[in-house]
């Protein structure tokens, strides 16, 4: 007898599959949060505020989060050239659940860190 599995597929009917992609992985959650307390934030400030990220990987995950209309990206035309980023009404609906796995990781740190 063969075993029916249920899968997750591509388009968007798993929601935690869905929201996982959107904001999982090493440093989306990071940026968002720092966009939150800050407000705006340019490249170069991200950079220092996540310092274990690289050039191309902080470039790849702003590219990620603004094509999923969380982060936007404001390009201002002088020289030197300026880039701010800040979040979307769409990323600031992330914040509350930012927020609480924030507080339940402080809990759990506190846990093993007694």
Known sequence: MKKTQKECPDTPTCSVDYAFKRIGGKYKGRILWYLHEHMILRYGELGRKVPDITTKMLT????ELEKDN?????VYHEVPPKVEYSLTEVGKELIPFISYLKEWGDKQIEKTNP
């Open 60 to 63: 790849q995950t702003l590219r």
């Open 70 to 74: 969380l982060v936007d990206r404001k």
